[in-house]
């Protein structure tokens, strides 16, 4: 059976596995990215060091998600969680070190593709993936490919405005969706209700405010707190109405949430699911499903593997 093996890089870690061609984990393990270090050469030992770990003479090759925008070439551009990963190409270092197929990919396009062939998006014609996390990651598939562009680096769903007048985004635009629906964002907006004068479960269950986070936010909800919920069903509007351009553009099977925000479970879900209803064009939205991603915590591993089996 083939084998490649798949490298999430991440701002903090690098989670790394041998993997089949069914999608199945062989072998795998973290290090550090050591990205603090601030030194390219470091990081590039530490995925060495990953790679070697898990290293088969038979692999047909490497796949490599990582932040930033990606070109066709293998070359990373705009990476803010790697300050020396500009204009630099990520392929050929790798490529030149072990003498196999490399196949470099922005995360969110890795995790897209990753759906498509081994998870939720098994099937489809056409998928868009989500990575809801401190930032919003997006990919697209289109008949079987991800969607490109003139630079291969389409898709950066979470910097599309949703508001031309809105707020500030981390991209340096304003009114992007991210602005709406990333990690901080979803912070705010409990920490500013409950700085209004609402009660909320959540002032005990932190302590301090700025301790509050998404998964208690959920947490919090469970227990039926009205903040919660409200901060959930607000998000998850934002976030259904951007969804409802994307099922009118694109008219996909299925729209997949990831990452650790989707979590937060079925208000999400709900919620967004009503809002595309409510809002995108009537035959495209009645038969688009929005589902949870399907392939757990490893799936950037996963992902990083289906990069090579893609064909
Ligand atoms: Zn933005």
Same mark, same amino acid.
């Given at each position: 059976m083939k084998k490649a093996i798949g490298?999430?890089? !991440?701002?903090? *870690?690098?989670? *790394?596995?041998? #993997?089949?061609?069914t999608g199945k984990i062989l072998k $795998? %393990? &973290? +290090? =550090?990215?050591?990205?603090?270090?601030?030194?390219?050469?470091v990081v590039i030992e530490q995925i060495s060091l990953a790679i070697k770990n898990v290293w088969e003479n038979d692999i047909e090759g490497i796949g490599i998600g990582t932040p930033g925008v990606v070109d @066709? *070439?293998?070359? #990373?551009?705009? $990476? =803010?969680? +790697? =300050?020396?990963?500009? @204009?630099? @190409?990520v392929k050929e270092v790798f490529e030149k070190k072990f003498n196999k197929l490399v196949v470099v990919e922005n995360d969110a396009n890795s995790i897209a593709w990753g759906e498509y062939l081994f998870g939720a998006g098994k099937g489809t014609r056409a998928i868009v993936c989500l990575t809801l996390g401190t930032g919003l990651g %997006? !990919? #697209?598939?289109?008949? !079987?490919?991800? +969607?490109r562009g003139a630079i291969y680096s389409a898709a950066e769903l979470g910097h599309m405005p949703v508001? *031309?007048?809105?707020?500030?985004? %981390?991209? !340096? $635009?304003?009114g992007c969706i991210e602005a709406y629906v990333g990690r901080d964002y979803i912070v705010h907006s409990a920490i500013r209700k409950i700085k209004m004068g609402k009660e909320s479960v959540l002032t005990e269950m932190a302590g301090n405010l700025s301790e509050i986070t998404p998964? &208690?936010? $959920?947490?919090a909800y469970q227990k039926g707190d009205k903040v919660a919920e409200e901060v959930w069903v607000e998000m998850a509007t934002a976030l259904g109405a951007f969804l409802a351009g994307m099922v009118n553009m694109l008219n996909p099977d299925r729209i997949i949430l990831a990452g650790g925000i989707a979590q937060a479970g079925e208000i999400l879900f709900s919620t967004v699911r009503k809002t595309i209803k409510e809002r995108a064009m009537r035959v495209l939205s009645e038969t688009v499903e929005v589902v949870p991603a399907g392939l757990g915590n490893d799936s950037g591993i996963v992902s990083g593997a289906a990069l090579v089996f893609q064909k």
């Open positions: 490298v999430d890089l !991440g701002g903090t *870690y690098i989670k *790394y596995g041998l #993997v089949d061609e $795998s %393990g &973290m +290090l =550090p990215t050591k990205a603090e270090e601030k030194n390219r050469d @066709n *070439y293998g070359a #990373v551009f705009e $990476s =803010p969680n +790697l =300050p020396d990963w500009h @204009n630099f @190409n %997006g !990919g #697209v598939v289109i008949n !079987g490919k991800l +969607l508001d *031309y007048k809105g707020r500030k985004c %981390g991209c !340096g $635009s304003t998964k &208690m936010i $959920s947490e």
